[in-house]
């Protein structure tokens, strides 16, 4: 199965979460890891070469730390540029049917916040469901996210194990995945 990981953080030079995971990936050649950020600086995504990679890559994992409840804009923009009318849906737009895609995403807060009656009153899954909802639409299969919680406050020792949990997530068989 091939692999890439699509990383959106805007200060990855300020990172330890996303720079801790992106580390750990480094170790694991047969996956192809990208910086969304370093890759388009002036915001022009090349909508074409996206799209090409997306046709190789079976599963797509899109990495970024969570901006209010949701992704870093550059990814935003991703998707809306990417994900077109006549390729990603409608008519003869199939060419995501059936690729798999994951969200992984570090947050400040803790699991105890996020759930109903917590601080932040939603899980991270009813939170996600906007690119779950996307990815739905354009008939990708949308696989259960991995979620780092408390990613300031952890030590870095906390942050590699995430890490080792992290690259195994990614690389489990999809039914592995679901059950
Ligand atoms: C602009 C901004 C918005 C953020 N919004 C949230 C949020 O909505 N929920 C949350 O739990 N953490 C939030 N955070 C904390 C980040 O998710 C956290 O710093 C990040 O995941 C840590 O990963 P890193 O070390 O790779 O930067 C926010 C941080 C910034 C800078």
Known sequence: MKIMVIVAHPQLNNSRANRAFMLELGNRPDIHVRDL???????????????RLLLQYDRIVLQ??????????????????????????GPGGDNLEGKEFMITTTVGGTENQYRSGGFNKF????????????????NGSYLPAFVAYNANAGSDAYLDREAEKYAEH??????????
């Open 37 to 51: 950020y370093q890759e388009y600086p002036n915001w022009e995504i090349d909508v074409e070469k996206e799209q």
């Open 64 to 89: 970024f730390p969570l901006f209010w409840y949701s992704c870093p804009p550059l990814l935003k923009k991703w998707f809306d540029d990417v994900f077109t009318h006549g390729w990603a849906f």
């Open 123 to 138: 899980t991270i899954s009813e939170l996600l469901r906007p690119l779950q909802r996307t990815i739905a639409r354009c």
């Open 170 to 179: 990614i690389l489990a068989p999809m039914l592995e995945l679901v059950q």
